[in-house]
């Protein structure tokens, strides 16, 4: 079946503690992008990937990190989490930045 | 800067009835328009893409438009079902990335 698989699916974790967000696709998509939803603000991208070792900035970059080594995976770094970045957070993955984008369930992430 | 706007942003209908959705964008130099459905606490499900050469696409009672000239799009759902109430996001593909409207609650009520 044709998916992208985020994990974990919730996390509850404290300020401070390095953490990573895996995502993976099974599509052979060379497009990955990372999105986090907020109440009255929508979804916003934070990073997307055009292809192996190519990553660059969404709108919402701060405090993140990406990398790009393997076209499947596409995994999202919070180095240093903060409250501010409790949000919901989705992988998306696609044939081409035009293209029509498939999401991942989603990751809940509550930093305390 | 694209800006997407969703009107209304909640709907309350009852079952077995047309209905319409709307999605306005500020900037018609979009690549494609994107619709999809969320369920609470889930993850997007992508409804219709609609390539920025064409003027509507069709799945089952789903029907989407795009007219680029007016930075309008439709969603039309035909005969609407319980099992229809969700918010329902529309999305321009802007360069490299999705730019996302609020959103339309829907419900339909049995």
């Known amino acids: 079946e044709a998916q992208v698989t985020q994990n974990p699916r919730y996390l509850i974790t404290v300020t401070g503690k390095k953490l990573t967000v895996t995502c993976s696709q099974n599509?052979?998509?060379?497009?990955m992008s990372w999105y986090r939803q907020d109440p009255g603000l929508g979804l916003r991208q934070i990073y997307y990937?055009?292809?192996?070792?190519?990553?660059d900035k969404g709108d919402v970059p701060e405090g993140y990190k990406v990398s790009r080594k393997e076209k499947r995976n596409f995994p999202l770094i919070l180095e240093s989490p903060s409250p501010n970045q409790t949000s919901l957070y989705f992988c998306?993955?696609?044939?081409?930045?035009?293209?029509?984008?498939?999401f991942g369930p989603g990751t809940r992430l509550t930093v305390t | 800067k694209q800006e997407v706007t969703q009107i209304p942003a909640a709907l309350s209908v009852p079952e077995g009835e047309n209905l319409v959705l709307n999605c306005s964008f500020t900037?018609?130099?979009?690549?494609?328009l994107q619709w999809f459905r969320q369920d609470p606490g889930k993850g997007l499900t992508s409804l219709l893409l609609?390539?920025?050469?064409?003027r509507e696409q069709t799945s089952g009672r789903l029907n989407a438009s795009l007219d680029k000239s007016s930075g309008r799009s439709t969603l039309y759902i035909a005969a609407s079902q319980p099992g229809d109430s969700a918010t329902y996001l529309c999305?321009?593909?802007?360069?490299?990335?999705?730019?996302f409207g609020a959103g339309t609650i829907l419900r339909v009520k049995s």
């Open positions: 998306a993955s696609s044939w081409a930045g035009t293209y029509a984008q498939y």
């Open positions: 599509m052979n998509h060379e497009y």
């Open positions: 990937s055009m292809n192996v070792e190519v990553t």
């Open positions: 900037d018609s130099a979009i690549y494609n």
């Open positions: 609609i390539q920025s050469s064409q």
């Open positions: 999305a321009v593909i802007d360069g490299n990335k999705l730019v």
